[in-house]
């Protein structure tokens, strides 16, 4: 809600009154979020059985009930349960994104009211409101500032810049306000609350999250195109079976229940809660590689994601400041990541700063000229402004005792850092010295030099001298550097108060320019995608050198890729948008609108894209993306909420990790489908080829339903527990429109299907032949089992033949055939057993026969499918 009027000269003094807020508070309401449409729990949990495989299941359900098959139905019902609780638990998890967006802002706030000072509920502030503020306050509103000391904000949630933002009264735009859920980071300072609740630009984000509707993922694209074929294939075998049973003078019930037994058998029943257990083992892999998945079908879209957009600040970068360069008037010294923190280059050598009197003066000084602080027991945390911690950081790295700097060079006066001035000077008393140390930005420092510190030596800072200096600068700063430059001078032994005219015929020292650097892992992360055929592009709210500069250091600048920012995407339809994203690799200066344009547009040109963030600022185009990925150590609770995918370490290289476990998950779902549908296949051509033939029913209504619960269930399963392929990072992405049954899928399937079938229909009639009706059902029951044993193997591989292939690399495959073999060997050999499934014990002659019959199919499938082996 919008401050009117000219409201803020009114109460800058006294604040409004309790009345007044009563009056605003009724008007605008409270300074919260407002609540999306909420589904209920039972809508959540009914919206489960909507998808065609479930409807298929529910039928099959009634149809095993009506035949009296209490034990089908049972497992039907359980694995539909298991399904849709699973469903709605994931689902009811994303309807908190916006309670944990409600819950960023602060609890309690400081404001000014009856002209005194008062704490208040952060939702009971009103426009008009005057709020105190001062470091570590997060701000409750947006506010524009009255009054100010030295103050920052860190607005990294919402910009991505990670460098905190001076905040100072009377400037007109962002550096005159501050902005709800942001933290002031140092100083103090009055401000004039303008908006509230949904106005503010948090608000603003909660609007864009609660506006973006969730899209199927590809498996649920690729499963649903699967169940729609499931269900027209099982009508009209059920239909063709039973009328043609009749049509040859079978009693119409028993062919009406065979046709049944048959569309039941048909419905892979196994295959959603085989796939939700792939996904879910998936799950577990993924988190040993510190990648928790929220939403199970995201481990299955990770595998085919084309595009990574990624924010900078905190994802490719260490969302710390670290000094990467020193440069003084007779040394240029890079500083490196190192075994031991940081190695220091000089002229391509290892050197020690402190043995150079310059480059060592130059570390203390930015010790001594400094407010940050190590946090006690936390050797890599800092207290205080970034910049500031990376001088800290720096000099440690370089071998100088902080704690024993700060005690021999005592403070006496400080000078804070102004915009006016642009510098920061402190008074120290060290032994018999009493010096002036100063730091700030380089042209302001070297304009008040006249010497210059070179080789333990003191210098004329002659024209020659600072342009040398000044070129220095300007080169860190084209590397996207931000630069500081430290001097100093002694004191007479009296001077105790800091004033802006001590600040001249400084002592020039040197320059130290700092970044927030590219994570090490990452170089590796970015080539293994360029591999993998996966576009990285790195979209930031940062400055547009800053992030030509990390994307060109981590490799994913290339070539003629362009840098585009946000002003420039304001100019861009939509349309331009969607035409320039796949040459563009960098997308600088944007705002969380932009973020969510882009990754639109990435998809709109068919990729399947993943976004990953930490910040609030990037909760709706992680929500947009195909697959959300948030940070799990500095992320947002919005941002985690409205991702799939949490990286527990914050590292862009477990995202890659997680592509990779993602196709090889993907892969395994292919492989197991293959499995259950080439042996459903294989069952209905069995049956209805035994029609056709004029034979007796092949298998009973028992039979195929234990051939069904035996060979469905663990075999299958197994096949999703399949190692990866080596090269499964060196393919390139498949289509976000690729059919599950692509790149010959189908075709073996059919192929295979035959196979079982006509194997199955040899063996009944050669038993049928020599041994009677009942020896062919069991010949025939004993041989359609074996042959899909024998089949799952064959499915490890769609490159490589039975032959080929590594048999025990997956133990519980193997674990799984015997089990299942087990199983059907006690339907035929243990005598009750024999009775429930009409089966007889057959002889050495007959089970030659059986496995004759049964290595009929690897022979011929190796024979026809050589050509693809590796």
């Known amino acids: 809600m919008a401050l009117s009027g000219n409201h803020s000269a009114k109460v800058a003094g006294r604040g409004l009154s309790s009345r007044e807020v009563e009056k605003l508070l009724k008007k605008h309401g409270q300074n919260v979020f407002e609540k999306g449409k909420k589904i209920s729990p039972v809508g959540i949990f009914a919206s489960q059985f909507k998808d065609i495989l479930t409807i298929i299941l529910v039928v099959s359900t009634l149809l095993s009930l009506l035949m009296g098959e209490m034990t089908e139905a049972i497992a039907i019902i359980l694995i539909i349960l298991l399904n849709a609780i699973m469903g709605f638990i994931q689902e009811y998890r994303t309807e908190k994104t916006l309670d944990a967006l409600k819950n960023m802002a602060a609890p309690m706030a400081h404001v000014i009211r009856d002209g005194s000072p008062a704490e208040v509920r952060a939702s009971d502030i009103v426009p008009g409101d005057v709020v105190l503020l001062e470091a570590g306050d997060r701000v409750p509103s947006d506010a524009m500032i009255i009054d100010s000391a030295d103050m920052q904000a860190d607005e990294s949630l919402l910009t991505g810049e990670s460098l905190p933002v001076e905040k100072t009264a009377g400037f007109t735009g962002d550096a005159g306000r501050v902005f709800m859920g942001t933290m002031i980071t140092r100083g103090r300072g009055k401000a004039v609350t303008e908006s509230t609740g949904m106005s503010t630009e948090m608000g603003k984000i909660a609007g864009i999250l609660s506006s973006i509707e969730d899209s199927e993922t590809p498996l649920q694209k690729r499963l649903a195109e699967l169940g729609k074929f499931i269900a027209i294939g099982c009508l009209a075998v059920c239909a063709v079976v039973t009328v043609t049973g009749i049509l040859r003078g079978e009693p119409v019930m028993n062919m009406i229940i065979t046709g049944i037994s048959l569309a039941v058998a048909a419905v892979p029943e196994g295959l959603p809660a085989i796939v939700t257990i792939a996904l879910a083992l998936g799950v577990g892999r993924m988190l040993k590689r510190n990648a928790l998945i929220r939403r199970l079908p995201a481990v299955e879209t990770l595998g085919c994601a084309t595009v990574i957009c990624s924010d900078k600040t905190g994802t490719l970068t260490e969302n710390r400041m670290t000094v990467r360069r020193i440069v003084t008037p007779s040394h240029t010294v890079e500083v490196e990541a190192g075994k031991n923190g940081a190695d220091f280059i000089s002229d391509g050598k290892k050197i020690t700063p402190t043995s ?53 060079a005592r403070r006496i006066a400080e000078l804070p850092f102004d915009s006016d001035r642009k510098c920061m000077s402190v008074i120290v008393q060290d032994g018999g010295t009493r010096r002036l140390y100063v730091k700030g930005a380089p042209d302001i420092i070297m304009d008040k030099c006249t010497r210059a510190s070179v080789r333990g030596g003191e210098v004329l800072f002659s024209s020659d001298l600072k342009h040398t200096m000044t070129a220095a600068n300007d080169a860190m700063a084209d590397s996207a550097l931000r630069v500081l430059a430290f001097a100093y001078k002694d004191l007479p032994s009296g001077s105790e108060n800091a ?190 080829v035994g029609m056709l033939m004029g034979l007796p029913v092949v298998l009973t209504p028992i039979q195929i339903l234990w051939v069904n619960l035996v060979t469905d269930g663990f075999p299958a399963i197994a096949l999703g527990l399949e190692p990866p392929d080596d090269d499964v990072m060196e393919r390139g992405p498949r289509g976000a429109k690729e059919s599950v049954f692509s790149n010959g899928l189908a075709g073996m399937m059919i192929f295979r299907g035959c196979v079982i079938g006509l194997c199955t229909l040899g063996a009944f009639v050669t038993a049928f032949k020599y041994g009677g009706l009942s020896a062919a059902r069991t010949s025939a029951f004993l041989t359609l089992v074996t042959v899909q044993l024998i089949h799952v193997f064959e499915c490890k591989s769609e490159t490589k033949n039975i032959f080929h292939i590594k048999f025990f690399n997956n133990p519980m495959l193997v674990f799984a055939v015997l089990v299942s073999a087990a199983l059907i060997l006690a339907a035929v050999y243990i005598p009750f057993m024999r009775q429930i499934f009409g089966t007889v014990a ?13 290595m009929i199919g690897p022979i011929v499938s190796a024979i026809i499918f050589r050509g693809k082996k590796k």
């Open 842 to 854: 057959l002889d050495a002659g007959q089970l030659l026969w059986v496995g004759a019959y049964s």
């Open 499 to 688: 004033t802006p005219a001590l600040e001249k015929n400084l002592i020039f020292l040197g320059l130290e320019g700092m970044m927030d650097p590219p994570r090490r892992e990452v170089y590796g992360a970015v080539r293994k995608c360029v591999r993998a055929g996966i576009k990285t592009v790195m979209i930031t709210g940062d400055h547009k050198k800053t992030a030509a500069a990390v994307a060109r250091e981590l490799g994913i600048l290339r070539g003629n890729a362009m840098v585009v920012t946000g002003s420039e995407l304001d100019t861009m339809s939509d349309e331009q948008l969607k035409r320039i994203a796949p040459k563009t690799a960098v997308f600088a200066r944007v705002s969380p609108a932009h973020k969510l344009r882009i990754v639109k547009a990435f998809k709109k040109n068919g990729n399947v894209v993943a976004m990953t963030g930490d910040g609030v600022n990037d909760a709706p185009a992680v929500k947009e993306a195909d697959i959300g990925v948030s940070m799990g150590l500095t992320g947002t609770d919005v941002t985690k909420e409205a991702s799939a995918v949490i990286l527990l370490d914050d590292n862009f290289a477990s995202m890659v990790s997680a592509v990779e476990e993602g196709r090889v998950i993907y892969g395994n779902i292919r492989k197991f489908i293959r499995y259950l549908l080439s042996c459903n296949i294989g069952e209905v051509l069995t049956m209805f």
């Open 356 to 408: 150079t009197p310059e480059l060592k003066l130059t570390l203390e000084t930015g010790v001594i000229c400094n407010n940050a602080r190590f946090i006690a027991g936390h050797e890599e945390r800092i207290d205080g402004d970034p910049t500031e911690g990376a001088l800290l950081m720096s000099a440690r790295r370089a071998g100088i005792n902080i704690n024993s700097l700060n005690l021999k």
